[in-house]
């Protein structure tokens, strides 16, 4: 069964950094394209990153460019997300998703394109 289970998110000043990980089970990572996501409190869900499946393509939100670097590791069946330079509006829970969804409609960074999604973990920056 197809799982994703996010970690290493906490409590950070701003500018310092945090790197998430994801961990996949029950599927071959290597299919998927993945996704980082966020969602503040009172706030919609809205895309952090992507990566593809194919040739590790990726893309970033234009406020996180510069910042997060997300990578994976299909032999380790993970994915990562590193978090540089952070910034109190950064602080929301982070989820990974994964779909077999093409590029063109992954890097859109819509949540509705994914179907697979882990139970999130926090990130907080404040002073």
């Known amino acids: 069964q197809l799982q994703l289970v996010e970690s290493g998110g906490g409590l950070v000043q701003p500018g310092g950094s945090l790197r998430l990980s994801c961990a996949a089970s029950?599927?071959?990572?290597?299919?998927?394209?993945i996704g980082w996501f966020r969602q503040a409190p009172g706030k919609e869900r809205e895309g952090v990153s992507c990566?593809?499946?194919?040739?590790?393509?990726?893309y970033y939100r234009d406020s996180v460019k510069g910042r997060f670097t997300i990578s994976r590791d299909n032999a380790k069946k993970m994915v990562y997300l590193q978090m540089n330079s952070l910034k109190p509006e950064d602080t929301a829970v982070y989820y990974c998703?994964?779909?077999?969804?093409?590029?063109?409609?992954?890097?859109?960074?819509?949540?509705?394109?994914?179907?697979?999604w882990g139970q999130g973990t926090q990130v907080t920056v404040s002073s």
């Open positions: 990566i593809s499946s194919s040739d590790g393509s990726t």
């Open positions: 998703a994964a779909t077999l969804g093409s590029w063109a409609a992954i890097r859109t960074m819509s949540p509705m394109n994914f179907g697979s």
């Open positions: 029950g599927f071959t990572l290597n299919y998927y394209n």
